[in-house]
Structure formats: structure tokens, C-alpha cells
């Protein structure tokens, strides 16, 4: 929110009040950290201190490298919840240390410090590393931490009934010159947030908006820091666009929290994000595989289904995982949970026979927590108690979406559990995963929850985290631990815990190919590990050139879903059937058994994300390379893991421009050495784009044809040597995730191939 009008004036309507000056400072009560006691005008004489407002600041050390910043005016305000699941793993020790010296006082968390100005009348607090203070990270300033009033009361008597009133907290941390602002979820706009307004708030506004389903409170910083903004509710960020040297964080309440994260790397930063709001769940190795829909409102029933199938199969394209959307469910009786009989008369038979034929291995079904009135469990779920309710007792119901729907209340135990019952009921159908859909649209003005402690601001956000947590703990009690798949389209901070999510409704165009592009970019930097896409697009019908650019994109993002509104995604309704090397279904059988020979890579690196908090894919190419100035800005390529290099191709006769980092880069497809850094244009046709590897890279392939998913990725495979000097490395895993050993280049040699088997082959592509 804007408080101000330009530089110099007060925005209409508006009061502000500053904290002008660090009045004392104290020990907080857990001893790690200082509390400020700022007046709102300095204090020159004993009078000064009466009628006016203070703001307290807690500084105190979380863990190393982290400080939390906690500003508060009135400190009797309620804590309403809920709040974010912080240390879900456990909470590192931190040793605090607070000293004192004429430049003021510090205190530090391990690599990281913040400096309270010890000058008199002074308020200026730095956030530095803890071995180089002359170097601030950031800083809050003068004016840049305080409260504003809307309306503006005219007398400090008008606040004795604040019902009238609007309360909001802001702070204000420089940005340095040059500097770069990313994350804040899956934000479809600009890849750099400086000079935009971001408002953490879930909505379903499409891929094309600044409005975001997946508001993540957490951004990082080109200058080696991120922060975490600790509140589900809604945050108004100004970022370089009230002020253009400051990034201003404001909510409407009487307290605000964040952490500083100090890297100074982009891995670092995001590790320590891990740790304070959980790292990544891990998938397992079959949802890498391809994934197909039956799209949105299209008509369907088990003929369509088994005919998709077939029809896959005969084209040589392996199928994962095959998805029935809504209308699985009876027109009008969303979610009930039960397949629609005059369409699938059989559908636990006909799921056994679909995977018995080894014509698909797991089946996911659509569903959402909302329930329309036509539905039998509706009336069920309202006697029970189990519905979001009005204020005056009456079930929230409204006719958006479903007609009379009303919205499953997860903040009552009861309800969660008989919603548990209803996923339980599809498990045995045969259902292996479920897509987690909506969660956004969740109201927050006359409602009343079950639980009457949380603030329905807060649960606006929130509800997504505990919907998608709900059902992803049912599917690991049922298949275990490492088999739960959600495919979400909601999320806040934390969620990265229940994966996956995909990027959401996207038109079949290649302006909102590169929309989905930089959302998954962005929400990678957020703190999630796994990611898809709607291949094709969403909306619309797709021209067969972007469908086929499209699977080209969607088979290198971790997971891929071919998804369509009122359109097919199955290739040969695209292009007439097309038979040709160029047509559809022809690329999609490359790019899929493509991914099938990257399994052994990519299921080891999806290890290493899940440990270190980091995108598998896609992964923001300042990740892999923060001293690159460059790399802060691409948004139209990313990396696959930590060695090879994706940019797709948006225009139809195949051109492509990207850029390789410093390096000599060998294109996958033909073993040409390319020298970085530097920008290249290539054309390519469907069955290739710029895959580029990194220099230094031990690649483990599966064998020439692979077309499986899921197999030995220690047995059979291709070890590919690209510039693989001293040191380099390839981490090999079984299809369970566990490591089974150490490829590493010792001596000029390749040590640890004793732990593959069968006829794998060692091939030096470039050196």
C-alpha cells in the first residue's frame, strides 16, 4: 500500500507516524536478541514522551545467518493464528551475541549481524555480515519503520473506537544500486519485482495478471540476502515503486514480523529458507513420467478414456500416468467423490484393467474442497458441522463456480477427518494421486470458523496449506512416505512441503508459454522443487507449432501434464493425425523418451533439491551462476538441475536466442562446444531446442531407446564426459532415491564404476 504521495507528501487520507529515534535498548526475554523502544518524535526533553505513539523492534538471532525483525505498536493486540509452521524439522541452535562499542550495538547471529546506530537520536539499524560491517546487505533508515492510520484522525480521542479505523505496519529496507528483487511465489509478470506492487493475497486470476494462486511471503535478493515475511495474511509490497530506493512491506495489523536470510549464495539463502519453513518433499520416480488429461470440459467416458490410451500406445508415447478431471464427478455434485456411473459404470474394474494391461501404471483424479448443494455429501457435511459458516450461523454458500457450494471448514478436526474417509474411498478405487485444485477463492468478510481463534484474514492464505497438507498426509499413509504426488494449484509458504503444483490456467499462446515460464522461475526461487506446466496451454485450441514448442518446454520442467480446457491434449487431434517426423505425436515421442534416458540425472538431483530447498526445475539460472550479472535477468531459459541448460523456443520458425554463462557448453544433440559468456541465436526444428551442458559434468543417461520411467539407472546406462575435469561428480541413486555410489574424476580418472552394472559405457563428448 502506498502511504505517501511523491516524495514529499502524505498520501490523501492517510496519517503516518515514524519511529524517529532508538530510545533505549534492552534484552528480549529469550536473551538472543534486543529490543528497541522507538518514540515517534525525538526525545529532546522529559515532556517529549508524553502523547505519542512508540513502535517496539525485536531483533533477535533464529539460527546462523538469520535474524528476525519484529515491529509492534499496540502490544496488547491479540494474536490471532494461524501461523506458519516454522521448524518443522527443528530448530537449530544459534549463538547470539550482543556487544557494544561506540559505532552501537550489534548483535550477531553467527554470519550475520544487525547494527543498532549507537548515535544519539539516531534511528538506523544495518544488516551486514557478521566479518564485514563497511558492506551492508540492507539497512532501515530514517523514516522507514513505522504505522499509519486510514482514514486520518484528526485527534488521538477518534481511536478510542478503532472500528472505523485501518491499522497498518510498515518497514522500509533500502535497495542498493543496481540491485534485483526475485521470488515472491509464481508471479507471471516481470522476473525482477523492483519497481513493481506485489500483494501477497491467493486468487484465480490466470496466468496473464499480476494476481498469483501460489503468494509465497519470501523474496531474495541479487545482494545476497532473502527475507521471509512471517504472516499468512495479507502483505502489500512496494518494491522500488513508492520509493524507488526501497522495497516497503506493510500489513493491516498491529505487528509485523520477518527474517533476514543471509547466503550470501542463492543455494545458501534457499537452504536456510528450508529450514525455517520446511524443505521439499520427495516424489517419487514414476511422476516424473508423462502425465496425461483428459482436459477440462470436454465429454468423456471410459471408451475416451481407453481410446486415449490406445492410442498413445500405439504411437509409441508412454503414459505414466492418466488423469480424469471434474467430470469424473455427476454435472452439479462437485466433490462428491464418486465417479459419475452413467459414464464409468466400473471404475474400480476399469482402472485394474488399465494397469493390469500395462497400458498406464497410476491413476489421479480431480477434485477440490468445495461441495456443491446438489450433492448428497452437502447436505451430509452441513449436519455435521463441516462447512465454512456466516457470521449469523448460516453456511457460506455462493453460486461462484458450483452452484450453492459450500466450502469444507478444515479448521475443525471432524471435518478433516471425513474428508480423509471420502479420499480413502477413492484409494481403494485404485486412485493413486489427487489434484488438489482451488483453494484460492476462500472468503474472508462475514465468515465464521470452527475454530474461533484464527483470524479469517489469515486462513484467507493459509486454507491452502492445510488442504494440500490434509490430502498429501493421506496419500503417504497409504502408499508411504516418498510415493505421495499432489498436483496443487494453490500454495503459501511452506506447501513447498507437499509436492507438486502446477503453474495454473494458461492461454495456447507463446506469450503465456513464457508467462508460465517465469512463474515457474519465480516460484522456484520461492522454495519449491518440483513444478509443471499445461502443455499446450489451457485455454484455446493450440496451433499444432505451439503445441509442439510446448511439449518441448513441459517434458524438461520436473513433472509433465498434457492439460487442456475445452480442447484435447492427446497429439493427433491437434494436427489432423499428422504421421511425419515433424508432426505431434512424432515430437511428443521424442521429448518423452527423452526425459525417460534423463531419469538417472534427474532423479538424483531431485535428491539434492530436497535436501537443499532448491528447484529441480526450473531453476533460475542465478542459482547456478550469482556472480553473472546477467544471469539476475534471464527469464526465457533455465537449468535442469545443476548442469545442463534449457531454452525454449517461442516463435514459430524456430529461432531462439539465449545466453551461455562464462564456459565451454556442449549442445546434447550435437556436441558442439560453444564458449560463454555470450549471447547465441540458433533455429531449430520440433525435435530439438538449446540444451546445453555445463562444463565439468558427469551426465548419467539411460541407454539409447530408453523409454521407462522408472528402472535401474545404475544398470545399462551411458556416462557422458563433458569437460569433466578433477573433482567432477555424478551421484548415482536407485529408483527409490537411496544413493548407491560416487562417480568422481580423481587423478584424471573416473573412480567409483564399480557401481555400475551391466553394459554401461563411459563416453567422452567433449575434453
Not at 523502544?37 to 533477535?60: A, F, Q, Y
Not at 544519539?120 to 558492506?135: L, W
Not at 468478510?445 to 490434509?470: C, G, I, S
Request: glycine letters at 10%.
Amino acid at each position: 500500500m502506498r502511504f505517501r504521495d511523491g516524495q514529499w507528501l502524505v498520501a490523501e487520507g492517510v496519517r503516518i507516524e515514524y519511529a524517529e529515534e532508538v530510545y533505549r535498548i534492552t534484552p528480549t526475554a529469550s536473551g538472543k536478541g534486543i529490543s528497541l523502544l522507538c518514540p515517534t518524535r525525538k526525545i529532546m526533553t522529559r515532556g517529549d514522551t508524553l502523547n505519542l505513539s512508540t513502535l517496539s523492534i525485536d531483533v533477535e538471532a533464529a539460527f546462523d545467518g538469520v535474524i528476525s525483525v519484529e515491529t509492534t505498536h499496540w502490544q496488547g493486540a491479540v494474536r490471532r493464528g494461524p501461523d506458519f509452521e516454522l521448524f518443522p524439522a527443528g530448530r537449530p541452535d544459534v549463538d547470539a551475541k550482543i556487544t557494544t562499542d561506540e559505532a552501537g550495538t550489534t548483535l550477531s547471529a553467527g554470519s550475520l549481524s544487525a547494527t543498532v546506530s549507537g548515535k544519539p537520536h539516531d534511528f538506523a539499524i544495518s544488516f551486514h555480515p557478521t566479518d564485514n560491517k563497511q558492506k551492508p546487505l540492507t539497512t532501515l533508515l530514517n523514516r522507514s519503520v513505522g504505522l499509519a492510520y486510514t482514514p486520518a484522525p484528526s485527534t488521538p480521542m477518534q481511536l478510542a473506537d478503532m472500528r472505523d479505523f485501518k491499522h497498518y505496519i510498515f518497514t522500509q529496507t533500502t535497495l542498493g544500486v543496481g540491485e534485483s528483487i526475485h521470488g515472491l511465489g509464481e508471479r507471471f509478470g516481470p522476473f525482477n519485482k523492483v519497481g513493481q506492487t506485489v500483494n501477497l493475497w491467493n486468487a484465480d486470476g490466470g496466468t496473464s495478471s499480476d494476481q498469483a494462486y501460489k503468494n509465497i511471503s519470501f523474496w531474495m535478493s541479487s545482494r545476497g540476502y532473502g527475507v521471509f515475511i512471517d504472516t499468512p495474511e495479507r502483505v502489500e509490497l512496494e518494491i522500488g515503486s513508492e520509493r524507488c530506493c526501497r522495497l516497503q512491506t506493510s500489513i493491516e495489523g498491529q505487528r509485523l514480523r520477518w527474517f533476514l536470510i543471509y547466503g550470501p549464495s542463492p543455494r545458501e539463502i534457499l537452504r536456510k529458507y528450508s529450514i525455517l519453513t520446511g524443505a521439499p518433499g520427495a516424489v517419487p520416480a514414476w511422476s516424473f513420467g508423462l502425465w496425461l488429461s483428459t482436459s477440462f470440459t470436454t465429454s468423456y467416458d471410459e471408451k475416451t478414456v481407453n481410446s486415449f490410451l490406445a492410442g498413445m500406445q500405439a504411437r509409441d508415447i508412454p503414459v505414466e500416468v492418466f488423469h480424469f478431471d471434474c467430470f469424473w464427478l455427476k454435472a452439479f455434485q462437485w466433490c462428491d467423490f464418486e465417479f459419475d456411473r452413467d459414464m464409468f459404470p466400473d471404475p474400480k474394474g476399469q482402472i485394474t484393467r488399465l494397469k493390469a494391461d500395462g497400458i498406464v501404471k497410476k491413476v489421479c483424479v480431480w477434485t477440490n474442497p468445495y461441495l456443491g448443494q446438489a450433492s448428497p455429501v452437502f447436505a451430509e457435511a452441513a449436519a455435521k458441522g463441516y462447512l465454512l459458516k456466516r457470521k449469523n450461523g448460516d453456511i457460506f454458500q455462493w453460486d461462484l463456480w458450483q452452484t450453492g457450494m459450500g466450502i469444507v471448514d478444515f479448521t475443525n478436526p471432524e471435518a478433516c477427518a471425513w474428508f480423509v474417509s471420502c479420499l480413502e474411498r477413492l484409494f481403494d478405487t485404485g486412485v493413486d494421486s489427487i489434484k488438489t485444485d482451488f483453494g484460492e477463492r476462500i472468503p474472508w468478510e462475514d465468515v465464521q470458523w470452527f475454530d474461533t481463534t484464527v483470524d479469517p484474514r489469515r486462513m484467507h492464505n493459509y486454507y491452502a496449506f492445510v488442504y494440500n497438507k490434509l490430502v498429501y498426509e493421506a496419500l503417504q499413509r497409504r502408499y508411504g512416505a516418498t510415493e505421495a504426488v499432489l498436483f496443487a494449484r494453490t500454495a503459501t509458504a511452506g506447501t513447498q512441503r507437499f509436492p507438486l503444483t502446477w503453474g495454473g490456467d494458461c492461454e495456447s499462446t507463446p506469450e503465456a508459454m513464457a508467462e508460465s515460464l517465469r512463474g515457474g522461475l519465480s516460484l522456484g526461487l520461492s522454495g519449491f522443487a518440483f513444478w509443471s506446466v499445461d502443455i499446450g496451454g489451457f485455454e484455446g485450441h493450440p496451433p499444432p507449432w505451439i503445441y509442439k514448442r510446448w511439449v518441448a518446454f513441459g517434458l524438461l520442467c520436473s513433472h509433465s501434464r498434457l492439460h487442456g480446457s475445452n480442447s484435447y491434449r492427446v497429439p493427433w487431434t491437434v494436427d489432423d493425425d499428422d504421421a511425419s517426423d515433424e508432426g505431434c505425436s512424432a515430437t511428443l515421442r521424442t521429448w518423452t523418451h527423452l526425459k525417460a534416458r534423463l531419469m538417472p540425472y534427474l532423479f538424483s538431483q531431485a535428491q539434492h533439491c530436497v535436501q537443499n530447498g532448491l528447484p529441480l526445475s526450473l531453476r533460475a539460472m542465478c542459482i547456478e551462476f550469482p556472480d553473472d550479472p546477467t544471469a539476475w535477468t534471464l527469464d526465457r531459459q533455465f537449468m535442469l538441475g545443476d548442469s545442463v541448460l534449457v531454452a525454449p523456443v517461442f516463435e514459430e520458425d524456430g529461432t531462439v536466442q539465449f545466453y551461455l554463462p562464462a564456459g565451454q557448453w556442449t549442445s546434447f544433440f550435437t556436441g558442439e562446444v560453444r564458449s560463454g559468456p555470450g549471447w547465441f541465436t540458433e533455429v531449430h526444428g520440433f525435435g530439438t531446442l538449446p540444451l546445453y551442458v555445463r562444463p565439468n559434468t558427469l551426465l548419467v543417461l539411460g541407454r539409447e531407446g530408453e523409454k521407462r520411467t522408472v528402472y535401474d539407472y545404475t544398470s545399462d546406462v551411458e556416462v557422458r564426459s563433458y569437460f569433466a575435469g578433477e573433482g567432477a561428480r555424478a551421484v548415482l541413486v536407485d529408483s527409490d532415491g537411496k544413493t548407491v555410489g560416487t562417480l568422481e574424476v580423481k587423478n584424471g580418472e573416473i573412480t567409483g564404476k564399480e557401481a555400475l552394472k551391466g553394459d554401461s559405457v563411459v563416453t567422452v563428448v567433449s575434453a
